[in-house]
């Protein structure tokens, strides 16, 4: 069992950044494959990124790539996601989430959830 805990959400401006955290606990974290998912207010949720369990791998929704960047530091049990240049459009709970198979943008692929971190991107 894994339980994952995001952080690093808030109020910015248009053209800020955040950098979202994960910490985990449970588990081999080093094992998983972690992801980043967002929902907005009556939307589904959408894959954002994910990353391969050494982080050699990583995989980026057409609508986030070039701004924003996931990473993961296995021996602090964490995943990271930096996100720059942020819009309006970015608003949204950003879930992380942890798998057992390789690096892709479904959410059936992750077992274990967040809980989220709000993130609200003011024009």
């Known amino acids: 069992q894994v339980q994952l805990v995001e952080s690093g959400g808030g109020l910015v401006q248009a053209g800020g950044s955040l950098r979202l955290s994960c910490a985990a606990s449970?588990?081999?974290?080093?094992?998983?494959?972690m992801g980043w998912f967002r929902q907005a207010p009556g939307k589904e949720r959408e894959f954002v990124a994910a990353?391969?369990?050494?982080?050699?791998?990583?995989y980026y929704a057409d609508s986030v790539k070039g701004r924003c960047t996931i990473s993961r530091d296995n021996a602090k049990k964490t995943v990271y996601l930096q996100m720059n240049s942020l819009k309006p459009e970015d608003s949204a709970v950003y879930y992380c989430?942890?798998?057992?198979?390789?690096?892709?943008?479904?959410?059936?692929?992750?077992?274990?959830w967040g809980q989220g971190t709000q993130v609200t991107v003011s024009s």
């Open positions: 989430a942890a798998g057992s198979g390789p690096v892709v943008p479904t959410t059936e692929s992750y077992k274990y």
């Open positions: 449970g588990g081999t974290f080093s094992s998983y494959t």
């Open positions: 990353i391969s369990w050494s982080g050699g791998g990583t």
